[in-house]
């Protein structure tokens, strides 16, 4: 099950990194299609195999400045120039963060298991004690309803 998401999503992220670059080619040079690649960063973020991700972040990060280059060098170069250090301070910014995301709640998710390992050992624990205490405790009572069955007679 899981191959199959990984596959939609690779497909999924495919498609976003096409149709961004198609966009960037094709619009004019004040519109910044390239920050749909962040789209494609964040679905290589689930898919199961390792290092999707950063090699998504790099595809994107290399496309991102090949669209400037397509753009051309006119009047406005610094903008576009900048817009383009902005999406892939963004596309970094995702992977950096979905990626510590991902390492955390592998961490958290280990700590749960160790939790429940630790609970169960302190069922057991808990089940043995209270076993060890209620034998004695039982058999104090039983003695001690002989012993007032006994002397039951001898206090009228």
């Given at each position: 099950?899981?191959l199959?998401?990984?596959?939609?999503?690779?497909?999924?992220?495919?498609?976003?990194?096409?149709?961004?670059?198609?966009?960037?080619?094709?619009?004019?040079?004040?519109?910044?299609?390239?920050?749909?690649?962040?789209?494609?960063?964040?679905?290589?973020?689930d898919?199961?195999?390792?290092g999707?991700?950063?090699?998504?972040?790099?595809?994107?990060?290399?496309?991102?400045?090949?669209?400037?280059?397509?753009?051309?060098?006119?009047?406005?170069?610094?903008?576009?120039?900048?817009?383009?250090?902005?999406?892939?301070?963004?596309?970094?910014?995702?992977?950096?963060?979905?990626?510590?995301?991902?390492?955390?709640?592998?961490?958290?998710?280990?700590?749960?298991?160790?939790?429940?390992?630790?609970?169960?050992?302190?069922?057991?624990?808990?089940?043995?004690?209270?076993?060890?205490?209620?034998?004695?405790?039982?058999?104090?009572?039983?003695?001690?309803?002989?012993?007032?069955k006994?002397?039951?007679?001898t206090?009228?």
């Amino acid at each position: 099950m899981p191959l199959s998401i990984g596959r939609i999503e690779f497909a999924a992220g495919v498609v976003i990194i096409v149709t961004c670059f198609v966009l960037d080619y094709y619009l004019p040079r004040d519109a910044t299609a390239a920050i749909g690649y962040c789209g494609a960063v964040l679905l290589a973020l689930d898919m199961p195999l390792p290092g999707s991700a950063v090699i998504t972040a790099v595809l994107c990060t290399v496309l991102t400045w090949l669209g400037l280059l397509v753009d051309g060098w006119g009047d406005a170069f610094w903008m576009s120039a900048f817009d383009r250090v902005m999406v892939t301070g963004v596309i970094w910014l995702i992977t950096i963060t979905g990626l510590q995301r991902k390492r955390l709640s592998a961490q958290l998710a280990q700590r749960a298991r160790e939790l429940a390992c630790a609970n169960a050992d302190l069922d057991r624990f808990v089940g043995i004690v209270s076993h060890d205490l209620r034998a004695p405790l039982t058999s104090m009572c039983c003695c001690m309803q002989v012993i007032e069955k006994e002397h039951a007679g001898t206090l009228n």
